[in-house]
């Protein structure tokens, strides 16, 4: 019954390869995101997707790149992994009309 | 454009209270707070709208002063499960663009 699930809620990977997260929510929301949570704590958004379009797409390097299959699931897809890219990347999704957002539990990614 | 929440960290004893800031110095459409405990996702709290609204939750509340573009968290009569990081993210607009301050690490001891 988890609302927000995300896939791996581990990850480590060497530098230079190519990873991806995913997430899905049962929820039925519209809108769903990603962001990403550094060492410091700093929760930055990254994407965003209202029924399977782009709507929110912050400065964040061409190696990122969501994919909205459908609009319970969001995935992340990551090109040549750097280690600054180490961090915790959280799945997120609101109701449209509510903005209350639901986030999942998180995958940690280390890039070593 | 990040809101700056302070203080940074706040030291309890269970029972007392407290009181976290986050200000903007861009207009806001609403403000919504979260708690995220460590190792954990961040949970929704509460969302004020533009409009001075008050809300409550429990011995949680908050307000949203429009003019001065800020709103304050007060937990009273602190629990230890009260425990964690405190975040407020604001909207300019009703764009679904939450942007998060730094957070407050709350803690409280028995």
């Known amino acids: 019954d988890t609302a927000v699930s995300q896939t791996p809620k581990y990850l480590v990977t060497q530098m230079g390869n190519d990873k991806s997260i995913k997430c899905e929510q049962n929820?039925?929301?519209?809108?769903m995101y990603w962001y990403k949570q550094d060492s410091k704590k700093f929760l930055k958004i990254m994407f965003s997707?209202?029924?399977?379009?782009?709507?929110i797409n912050e400065t964040v390097p061409n190696r990122f790149s969501p994919k909205s299959p459908d609009k319970a699931h969001l995935n992340l897809h990551i090109n040549s992994l750097e280690l600054g890219d180490s961090a915790v990347y959280f799945c997120?999704?609101?109701?449209?009309?509510?903005?209350?957002?639901?986030f999942g539990p998180g995958t940690r990614l280390t890039v070593l | 454009q990040q809101p700056v929440q302070s203080p940074q960290a706040v030291i309890l004893r269970e029972g007392e209270d407290a009181v976290i800031n986050c200000s903007s110095s861009?207009?806001?459409?609403?403000v919504h707070w979260y708690r995220q405990k460590h190792g954990e996702a961040p949970v929704f709290l509460m969302i004020?709208?533009?409009?001075?609204e008050q809300k409550g939750h429990e011995k949680i509340s908050a307000s949203f002063n429009e003019k001065k573009q800020q709103s304050s968290l007060y937990l009273t009569a602190s629990q230890l499960s009260y425990s964690g990081t405190y975040f407020c993210?604001?909207?300019?607009?009703?764009?679904?663009?939450?942007?998060f301050g730094s957070g407050t690490r709350l803690l409280v001891r028995p």
């Open positions: 861009k207009a806001l459409y609403s």
């Open positions: 929820l039925g929301h519209d809108t």
């Open positions: 004020l709208l533009k409009g001075g």
């Open positions: 997120a999704s609101s109701q449209v009309g509510t903005d209350t957002q639901y």
């Open positions: 997707y209202n029924n399977k379009e782009l709507i």
């Open positions: 993210g604001t909207e300019m607009d009703s764009s679904y663009k939450l942007i």
